[in-house]
T-cell receptor, first 113, second 113 residues
Framework: GAGVSQSPRYKVAKRGQDVALRCDPISGHVSLFWYQQALGQGPEFLTYFQNEAQLDKSGLPSDRFFAERPEGSVSTLKIQRTQQEDSAVYLC???????????FGQGTRLTVV | DAKTTQPNSMESNEEEPVHLPCNHS???????IHWYRQLPSQGPEYVIHGLTSNVNNRMASLAIAEDRKSSTLILHRATLRDAAVYYCILRSVVTSGTYKYIFGTGTRLKVLA
């Protein structure tokens, strides 16, 4: 597709379950960002990749959150032992080399019950 | 991280201009000012960006104060499709080539028919 694709669009997890959220960035885009957006709030930065290198993970809220981008394209955000406070929309964005515009996916809405 | 301050909500009549203000008093010399908007159930989409000079594109205009401590997004003729949350963001360079977009809570724009 032409845009950033995220899957699944919706995920319901039981508390304590592990989840994996996938992001397919625009082909050739070097930069990839993950954001967490709670209801009624702006997106909060989680982590940033440049190709396969995770250059900034300062926003990951705990060691239960892990992100990877092993081949510099598709990225996966993994949340272990989910808790209710993890319920949010998780947004992925990509940007081309030297680009100034970040392209966001539609997000994955995670609900932990 | 430099932060932005925006009004929580604004209203505009259709076909009239809208001026959305943003304060960023702690902006640093290398921070670019970006505006994104988020329609319901969508990821944010790029609107416009600038550094020091005013900018125009097909979607909007960006007016930046001389001291860069504030900026205004101008929609010249609001339509119902412009109803969204508008985010004023500082794109900070963390290290060479590493960016971080810091979102605030945004302004929810309501357009009245």
């Amino acid at each position: 597709g032409a845009g950033v694709s995220q899957s699944p669009r919706y995920k319901v997890a039981k508390r304590g379950q592990d989840v994996a959220l996938r992001c397919d960035p625009i082909s050739g885009h070097v930069s990839l960002f993950w954001y967490q957006q709670a209801l009624g709030q702006g997106p909060e930065f989680l982590t940033y990749f440049q190709n396969e290198a995770q250059l900034d993970k300062s926003g990951l809220p705990s060691d239960r959150f892990f992100a990877e981008r092993p081949e510099g394209s598709v990225s996966t955000l993994k949340i272990q032992r989910t808790q209710q406070e993890d319920s949010a929309v998780y947004l992925c964005a990509s940007m081309g080399d030297g680009g100034t515009e970040a392209f966001f996916g539609q997000g994955t809405r995670l609900t932990v019950v | 991280d430099a932060k932005t301050t925006q009004p929580n909500s604004m209203e505009s009549n259709e076909e009239e201009p809208v001026h959305l203000p943003c304060n960023h008093s702690t902006i640093s010399g290398t921070d670019y000012i970006h505006w994104y908007r988020q329609l319901p159930s969508q990821g944010p989409e790029y609107v416009i960006h600038g550094l020091t000079s005013n900018v125009n594109n097909r979607m909007a205009s960006l007016a930046i104060a001389e001291d860069r401590k504030s900026s205004t997004l101008i929609l010249h003729r609001a339509t119902l499709r412009d109803a969204a949350v508008y985010y004023c963001i500082l794109r900070s360079v963390v290290t060479s080539g590493t960016y971080k977009y810091i979102f605030g809570t945004g302004t929810r724009l309501k357009v009245l028919a």
